[in-house]
């Protein structure tokens, strides 16, 4: 059988969630059936083509889907340059665009998955997700999501109770993830944190990851313990307002570490995670800390496929800054405790992703 190459359209990567649950099923799958190219925006700011071309990949850099006279142009030439049997858009209800040029360049098997949702609060972008939604169906030929939330959110409940929308979990390399002292002792050294009482965070600065309100709660933290020390790992828009605010507040157990590609070791570090998120469509940074056996205290935004062990607490933000401070505190003595989730397997996972391509490429021939 010849193999199959997909264009997976990721839009801007940025060192961001999606593209990484996408170059984390590329690296684990059978690439003698599958190969992927990446179609990405001109604009992103981390692309990584010596990954993908050690792979066997190819990336395709087009105008920002922000100018569609001169996105969906593009795409339609590429696709038709290409041939390609499948296109698969991961950029939520932006996808809309370009399945739409797909269609136009006669790709019979158009792919619309939804990795997010909508939440009070960012208006801008919501008015654009609520206007746009209502066609995430037009020009998909199938539909796919990370987590039944996200599915229901943007296809709609019946869509979802048919079965017609194939959930993909945004699975991990569990290996990776497994908590390992000596790590944890290597990392806490290399930070200079041997002692304390380390809080971790994994997240874009942005409002949907509301690092204000986990500034806020570290403050009344670090009034009880002042050994406590929190590990913001990230970056994003946000970025430079929160470390203004981190020095004005005084808190020099603050620690911005940028992004990483070893946040799997950094999980070791940790003593507890915490995620107060105002909406999430899944929150994979959950379940690696979980897989790390690292104590999990997130918001109730986070949707239930997250949760994979039950020393994962749920919160309200409406619980305020003093119940969070308290389960937080209350979190830095206990055992850690080993995780497994079939659903997050990759290995597992990525040959059903290679076995859905080629029950739909079959269907072709």
């Known amino acids: 059988m010849e193999t199959i190459r997909v264009a997976q359209i990721v839009g801007k990567m940025m060192h961001g969630g999606v593209e990484s649950v996408v170059m984390n099923y590329y690296s684990h799958i059978d690439r003698s059936k599958v190969q992927f190219d990446f179609i990405v925006d001109e604009d992103s700011t981390h692309i990584p083509h010596d990954e993908v071309e050690s792979l066997g990949g190819r990336i395709f850099i087009v105008p920002p889907y922000q100018k569609l006279n001169k996105y969906i142009p593009a795409l339609i030439k590429l696709f038709k340059e ?210 790390c056996s690292v104590k999990a205290i997130i918001s109730q935004a986070v949707p239930k496929e997250a949760i994979i062990s039950s020393n994962t607490e749920k919160l309200f933000l409406s619980d305020g800054i003093n119940v969070w401070s308290e389960r937080i505190i209350s979190a830095e003595k206990r055992d850690r405790y080993s995780v497994y989730s079939e659903i997050y397997d990759i290995s597992i996972q990525a040959d059903k992703l290679v076995s859905f391509y080629g029950g739909l490429f079959n269907k072709l021939l």
């Open 82 to 291: 290409n041939k390609y049997k499948i296109a698969h858009s991961h950029i939520n209800t932006l996808s809309v665009f370009p399945l739409f040029a797909a269609k136009c360049a006669d790709v019979p098997i158009r792919i619309a998955h939804n990795h997010s949702t909508a939440a009070p609060g960012e208006w801008k972008k919501n008015i654009l997700k609520y206007t746009l939604r209502p066609f995430a169906k037009v020009f998909a030929t199938h539909y796919a999501a990370c987590s039944k939330y996200a599915a229901e959110w943007l296809f709609g409940k019946k869509i979802v109770a048919q079965g017609k929308v194939k959930i993909f979990n945004n699975a991990i390399d569990l290996d990776k993830f497994k908590f390992d002292e000596n790590v944890r002792n290597e990392v806490r050294k290399e930070l200079g944190i041997e002692d304390k009482f380390v809080i971790g965070h994994v997240g874009r600065f942005c409002y949907q990851k509301n690092q204000d309100f986990l500034i806020d709660v570290f403050a009344e933290v670090y009034k009880r313990n002042p050994d406590a020390v929190l590990l913001l790992i990230g970056d994003g828009p946000d970025r430079e307002r929160i470390e203004q605010k981190v020095n004005d507040m005084r808190l020099n157990n603050v620690k911005f570490l940028g992004n990483r590609n070893d946040v799997h070791r950094l999980y070791n570090a940790m003593d507890v995670f915490v995620l107060p998120s105002r909406y999430e469509g899944l929150g994979m940074v959950v379940v690696e800390a979980q897989m």
